[in-house]
């Protein structure tokens, strides 16, 4: 037993000392890219979820992404034998396209075209995760999808932490003058640093010694911000927030935070809506897209 103790102990005060030590440790921790499922053909999505492809986007030089494609029920029909440029015109149908930054994949695509993209890193796709390259991947999704939509409504939809890289990418559009027709964020956080101080592996070391000096400052000095309340405040597009009450990871106080935040600063407040599903549904952190109201909500 005393072994036992002493081997917990020692592991307990290690990590501390590794995340401010290797500069590495941080983003692994932030990103969690690094996990492999060898059970899921990523190249044939269609396998698993109804009516899917897979396509592969260059945001950069040197760097390629993954992103699959589902569509909407009414067209499920029609989907047998298509191709990858079949699916592209699809786009361009009337129907509302999502562009979908890291949240749980399984839904129905219940009207809606899907693009649910694999960041730099991640999945399938080539290079290494950074704050920059996230917001990078994620504008050119975007960007590709617009024009190929013509005059469908395509909205940013954000989960956990592809709200970060949602509002990020909602401000760089907002910059370019061409702001996104809306955002959707699904258990959203504040900013980055206040998310890791209200992660449930904190809980451990908050009162540490220097608890921001070893676990805050790293995230910082690797470039990681997330400013969720920053980047809205300064994007004119409407917002949807979605948190669960019983979400314990991201606490539903900060949904609650950023939305307040958000809606003290426009003009038009009506603009920022705010919607809560009460802990005894047990959604908790992935699964409000099971939600049965979901879709009347979208409207």
Same mark, same amino acid.
Request: charged share 20%; aromatic share 12%; hydrophobic share 40%.
């Given at each position: 037993?005393?072994?036992?103790?002493?081997?917990?102990?020692?592991?307990?005060?290690?990590?501390?000392?590794?995340?401010?030590?290797?500069?590495?440790?941080?983003?692994?921790?932030?990103?969690?890219?690094?996990?492999?499922?060898?059970?899921?053909?990523?190249?044939?999505?269609?396998?698993?979820?109804?009516?899917?492809?897979?396509?592969?986007?260059?945001? %950069? *030089? /040197?760097? @390629?992404?993954?992103?699959? +494609?589902?569509?909407?029920?009414? !067209?499920?029909?029609?989907? =047998?034998?298509?191709?990858?440029?079949?699916?592209?015109?699809?786009?361009?149908?009337?129907?509302?396209?999502?562009?979908?930054?890291?949240?749980?994949?399984?839904?129905?695509?219940?009207?809606?075209?899907?693009?649910?993209?694999?960041?730099?890193?991640?999945?399938?796709?080539?290079?290494?995760?950074? %704050? *920059? /390259?996230? @917001?990078?991947?994620?504008? +050119?999704?975007?960007?590709?999808? !617009?024009?190929?939509?013509? =005059?469908?409504?395509?909205?940013?939809?954000?989960?956990?932490?592809?709200?970060?890289?949602?509002?990020?990418?909602?401000?760089?559009?907002?910059?370019?003058?061409?702001?996104?027709?809306?955002?959707?964020?699904?258990?959203?956080?504040?900013?980055?640093?206040?998310?890791?101080?209200?992660?449930?592996?904190?809980?451990?070391?908050?009162?540490?010694?220097?608890?921001?000096?070893?676990?805050?400052?790293?995230?910082?000095?690797?470039?990681?911000?997330?400013?969720?309340?920053?980047?809205?405040?300064?994007?004119?597009?409407?917002?949807?927030?979605?948190?669960?009450?019983?979400?314990?990871?991201?606490?539903?106080?900060?949904?609650?935070?950023?939305?307040?935040?958000?809606?003290?600063?426009?003009?038009?407040?009506?603009?920022?809506?705010?919607?809560?599903?009460?802990?005894?549904?047990?959604?908790?952190?992935?699964?409000?897209?099971?939600?049965?109201?979901?879709?009347?909500?979208?409207?």
């Amino acid at each position: 037993i005393k072994a036992c103790v002493l081997t917990v102990l020692i592991i307990y005060v290690t990590i501390p000392f590794a995340m401010k030590i290797n500069p590495v440790i941080a983003p692994m921790m932030i990103y969690f890219n690094l996990f492999r499922s060898p059970f899921i053909d990523l190249q044939h999505p269609g396998k698993f979820i109804n009516h899917t492809v897979n396509l592969y986007l260059t945001p %950069e *030089e /040197g760097v @390629t992404v993954g992103v699959w +494609h589902t569509v909407p029920e009414s !067209r499920w029909m029609e989907t =047998r034998g298509k191709d990858q440029q079949w699916y592209e015109a699809t786009l361009s149908d009337g129907n509302p396209v999502i562009v979908y930054l890291h949240g749980n994949g399984g839904n129905s695509a219940n009207g809606f075209h899907v693009l649910a993209m694999d960041y730099r890193g991640w999945g399938d796709s080539t290079g290494y995760p950074s %704050e *920059e /390259g996230l @917001t990078m991947d994620s504008v +050119h999704l975007y960007e590709w999808a !617009r024009a190929r939509s013509g =005059r469908s409504f395509v909205c940013l939809w954000g989960h956990s932490l592809g709200t970060g890289v949602a509002s990020n990418t909602a401000r760089r559009l907002q910059e370019k003058g061409r702001p996104a027709d809306a955002i959707v964020l699904e258990a959203p956080f504040t900013t980055i640093r206040e998310e890791v101080t209200c992660h449930p592996f904190s809980v451990i070391y908050k009162q540490f010694p220097g608890f921001e000096w070893f676990f805050l400052d790293p995230v910082t000095e690797n470039n990681i911000v997330f400013h969720n309340i920053e980047n809205l405040k300064s994007v004119s597009s409407p917002v949807l927030i979605l948190h669960a009450e019983d979400d314990p990871i991201i606490p539903f106080e900060l949904g609650r935070k950023l939305y307040r935040s958000l809606h003290d600063s426009r003009i038009f407040k009506e603009q920022v809506k705010f919607v809560a599903f009460p802990g005894i549904l047990g959604y908790k952190h992935n699964l409000i897209y099971r939600d049965p109201r979901l879709p009347e909500i979208l409207k």
